[in-house]
């Protein structure tokens, strides 16, 4: 008996160390690459405000507005060129993704159009969701295309919940997640007149 209580003590002690060694390199390996992906990800987000924006020579301090509903505020990235705002970045984002959360940039010029987007992140299935990046700004095919189109005027949803665009072809829920994140954006971009507060809170 003293021999089996010995070899599950043995086993015990043994799990616990592997464990901790465990446990520590995770914490080491986190601990060693988390200011290179923070660094990879801010440096995706500047380029994709130079993408999405129209010609501009400068920007200008970062706001947040508040989102509508109880989420995540937006980040907004005022454009200027000659000392006037050409148009607005703003990190937009949804969380009714069919894999979740998706985060994409949005350009808007100075009249409310759509400049460009950039799909920031997404968990979306592979030739189906994630043609997302295109498929919404296909010049050839002008029911896909939201580029230089406006929110306060268009539709922002797939035809077949009454607007104006066509879903990506077996991804109705990831296409309505999308176009949800774009009128967020839209929101946003209204309220930016009256958000010089809000970019100190």
């Given at each position: 008996?003293?021999?089996?209580?010995?070899?599950?003590?043995?086993?015990?002690?043994?799990?616990?160390?592997?464990?901790?060694?465990?446990?520590?390199?995770?914490?080491?390996?986190?601990?060693?690459?988390?200011?290179?992906?923070?660094?990879?990800?801010?440096?995706?987000?500047?380029?994709?405000?130079?993408?999405?924006?129209?010609?501009?020579?400068?920007?200008?301090?970062?706001?947040?507005?508040?989102?509508?509903?109880?989420?995540?505020?937006?980040?907004?990235?005022?454009?200027?060129?000659?000392?006037?705002?050409?148009?607005?970045?703003?990190?937009?984002?949804?969380?009714?993704?069919?894999?979740?959360?998706?985060?994409?940039?949005?350009?808007?010029?100075?009249?409310?159009?759509?400049?460009?987007?950039?799909?920031?992140?997404?968990?979306?299935?592979?030739?189906?969701?994630?043609?997302?990046?295109?498929?919404?700004?296909?010049?050839?095919?002008?029911?896909?295309?939201?580029?230089?189109?406006?929110?306060?005027?268009?539709?922002?949803?797939?035809?077949?919940?009454?607007?104006?665009?066509?879903?990506?072809?077996?991804?109705?829920?990831?296409?309505?997640?999308?176009?949800?994140?774009?009128?967020?954006?839209?929101?946003?971009?209204e309220k930016s007149d009256n958000?010089?507060?809000?970019?100190?809170?």
């Amino acid at each position: 008996m003293a021999k089996r209580e010995s070899t599950f003590i043995n086993m015990v002690v043994t799990l616990f160390a592997v464990t901790f060694i465990a446990a520590a390199a995770l914490g080491f390996v986190y601990d060693y690459t988390k200011d290179a992906i923070e660094l990879s990800k801010m440096k995706a987000q500047s380029e994709a405000i130079r993408k999405v924006l129209p010609e501009f020579e400068e920007l200008g301090q970062p706001l947040k507005i508040a989102a509508p509903s109880k989420g995540d505020s937006l980040e907004v990235f005022p454009a200027y060129k000659n000392g006037l705002r050409t148009g607005l970045a703003i990190k937009s984002y949804t969380n009714n993704g069919f894999s979740g959360y998706i985060s994409v940039m949005v350009g808007f010029d100075s009249t409310g159009n759509i400049s460009g987007y950039e799909v920031l992140e997404h968990a979306e299935t592979p030739g189906l969701g994630s043609k997302m990046g295109a498929w919404f700004s296909n010049s050839d095919k002008p029911d896909q295309n939201v580029i230089g189109k406006n929110p306060g005027s268009h539709q922002f949803k797939v035809k077949k919940d009454g607007g104006d665009f066509d879903a990506i072809t077996a991804s109705t829920i990831t296409s309505r997640a999308f176009l949800e994140a774009l009128v967020l954006a839209y929101d946003a971009y209204e309220k930016s007149d009256n958000a010089g507060s809000a970019g100190n809170q």
